[in-house]
């Protein structure tokens, strides 16, 4: 018997790391088992004759949201090609909403929900030993007499008996590793899955040892899946202690982390970090505590910005904050204040995030009440609700484009600080005023040339002087803007940029 065991990778760092824990749990088992993570510019096609080329009798898709679709795609192609093959799906995609989804896709077989080590586990036995016994599988998903039986959740898994994901990989420096210190899940708001049962942490000696490794192979980047790696002061302090104790120089360690839960005495501590050995990731979403409180976010906002600007003080943490827009209760005036007062964090970087109302989440589940219309097709990001028109949610996608091109990347932080004192305007309000003069002047074609973006943020100035009545500061900030320039283009493009000028329309 051949098993695949595969997945389409995308961005969803959870789905990297689980295609490890899958194998692990079925390495000893009496069969052949292969696993192959296809990339998300592979062409379905292609994936479609990889897996045929392989002749396997069971294949299993892990799957989310951003996947799932291909997946299907490919899944459906080989059910046709080879009707007796038998079409696995696990993930959270599937692991919600299972039964309106086998319905739709005739062509899986079985569907593994939840944790899915032990089901997969499970499965395999009972098909080795001609037993069966799918009804009493749980977290198992079949079709029997045409009707489709979807069995209650697995117990969570005990985290501790599965084995170190990359015992028997070779890392190379290069490599980033993703890494789960705990299973569960602290994070209960409004907008998230989880699936139940309690939170499991792995010990600590076992989770130093496991880091060790990834230390001693001077891995590049290790990120950690866990959501609110931080849930727990102490565990978190322990662990930070022990990587800024036992720092290599070169690693980079990420974490989704909680600011609220920071204290000041971990604040010190990631104070004597190397510069870059953490990044942190910080769902702040809105500072507007009417939708966090219906979102069902329980954060401290205000200790929450507190901490995270004292980190920014001692400069050695690389902190993401993320703000999110559809929430609750958050109109698009309530939304710029949030934005406001994140972008005043002056986080090393910030994103701007559309609300998504997964399947199996409280406010998907509650979408009327608030008026929700979203896609109904992943990632099932939110069109509009009663807070929150349509035009005005299209209007900040656009900005979250310009936050990244000109704001996060770096290249424009002498020349934005300059209009935003020049223009005594709010960061939102530069922003929102660069979007409407780029729709208005269909410029968004030519803002593939990096170079192309000093010209425009130079033309949407000129504009703006001129309404103010200030234009005899235009030769100061177009200075600025060439000095921004030269420190972020190569010398060859900006020879190239004074030759052609400042005309975008040149």
Known sequence: MRLLLTTIQNDCIHTKLSMKYLYSVVEEAPCQTDVVEYKTTDHVGYIFREILRGEYNIVYFHCNMMNVDKVAEVAEMVKKAVPTSIMVMGGTEVSFGTREFMEQHPEIDYVFRGEPESVLYQFLRTIFTYEFDFENIAGLAYRQDDRIQVNPMAAPVDFETLPFPYENMELEPSDTAYYESFRGCPDRCGYSQYYPGKIRSLPLNRICTELRYFLVKNVQRVVFVDKWFNYSRDRAYRIWEYLISNDNGITTFEFDVNGDLLDEETVRLLGTAREGQFRFNVDVESTNAEALAAAGRKANIYQLMYNVSRLQEYGTVDITTVIRAGLPCETPALFARSFNKIFDLKASRMELKVLRLKKGTELRRNAQQYGYAYQSRAPYEVIANDFMPATELIR??????????????????????????????????????????????????????EENLYRILYAYATELYDTMNETLKLPVLQEILHSDMEQNLSYEKVKIFDRKGWDINA
């Open 396 to 449: 900040i996608e656009n900005i979250g484009k310009l936050l990244n091109l000109f704001v996060n990347s770096g290249g424009f932080e002498e020349s934005i600080q300059k209009i935003l004192l020049d223009g005594r305007m709010k960061p939102y309000a530069f922003l929102e005023g660069l979007e409407a003069y780029i729709s208005k002047n269909q410029m968004e074609k030519l803002m593939y040339k």
